[in-house]
């Protein structure tokens, strides 16, 4: 389950190109850390970075779900395949 102590990443202020980059790699390193549950911070105000967020997510084998959270809508709660 994910809490406020689970890890968290900021995307604020990165390009479309360089949250490829980054996302991957944090997502990679919790998985080999075997943290089940991560935050990803892309904001609220200009959809452009979710959707990229949320496209590659999708498209990541090592993502099992995700959804955005209901009280922050700029805030995605990431579930990770860990074996």
Known sequence: MYSSKSPTINLHGETRDTV?????????????????????????????????????LKKNPQVDSFKVDLFNPGLTIVKLKIS
């Not at 991957?24 to 990803?40: A, E, Q, R, S």
């Not at 904001?43 to 949320?54: D, P, R």
């Open 20 to 56: 490829v980059y980054i996302l991957n790699d944090f997502i990679k390193d919790n998985v080999k850390l075997g943290i089940p549950y991560v935050g990803v911070i892309h904001g609220y105000s200009s959809t452009i970075l979710k959707q990229k967020v949320h496209e590659l």
